[in-house]
């Protein structure tokens, strides 16, 4: 399953899931999320894909600077409505780092480890969302503007003539291969398009 090198370069997300190790999926519910791992949720790699899984591994490193994060235990907001823009796709690559959900989650067992209604949209912020920690009520706000990074001139029309079924096979692989070297700039420089407050 060939797949872009730079996948498995990326710095991944160390989680901890209470729910994962009571059922026995994970030793101590521990476990990496590689942004392969994210990809293959997304069915895609692009730059809104790389900024939420950025988001979310800066954010959580703030929240939880000396330990793995605890998944289940996190708020998600988003400052705009779920059908707005790429909200959708950034809530579900979030989704999958911290299990938060919104009504459509899992419920629980025995009154613990739901993960519904930790989800929240149209929420007031000045960033792209913001990430709560249950436990201490600790907030970070993120920020996140790919633009620095710079998309090449023939990646515009390639992808028009990708789009319009017109371009050749050698087009096509040049648009797939354009286009992943430039979310792979962007996964390198989470300093340059993250911003954290």
């Given at each position: 399953m060939?797949?872009?090198?730079f996948f498995d370069t990326v710095e991944p997300i160390y989680v901890t899931d209470p729910l994962a190790e009571v059922l026995g999926?994970?030793?101590n519910g521990n476990y990496i999320l590689q942004y392969s791992d994210i990809v293959k949720a997304a069915g895609h790699s692009c730059p809104t894909v790389a900024g939420a899984f950025l988001m979310a591994r800066e954010g959580l490193k703030k929240l939880y600077p000396n330990t793995p994060a605890l998944r289940g235990d996190i708020e998600v907001f988003f400052k705009e409505?779920?059908?707005?823009?790429?909200?959708?796709?950034?809530?579900?690559v979030l989704s999958h780092i911290t299990g938060a959900t919104d009504i459509s989650g899992f419920k629980?067992?025995?009154g613990k480890f739901a993960r519904h209604s930790l989800m929240h949209f149209d929420s007031p912020m000045q960033g792209i969302m913001q990430l709560k920690r249950i436990d201490t009520k600790e907030v970070v706000e993120?920020?996140?503007?790919a633009s620095p990074i710079a998309v090449p001139?023939?990646?515009q029309s390639l992808m028009q003539r990708v789009l319009n079924?017109?371009?050749?096979?050698?087009?096509?692989?040049?648009?797939?291969t354009m286009w992943q070297k430039r979310v792979e700039e962007i996964l390198n420089h989470a300093d340059?398009?993250?911003k954290i407050r």
């Open positions: 060939p797949y872009p090198t999926a994970f030793e409505p779920l059908h707005t823009g790429v909200t959708g796709v950034l809530a579900n629980g067992l025995g993120l920020f996140y503007d001139a023939l990646l079924n017109t371009a050749t096979e050698e087009e096509k692989k040049t648009f797939g340059t398009v993250i």
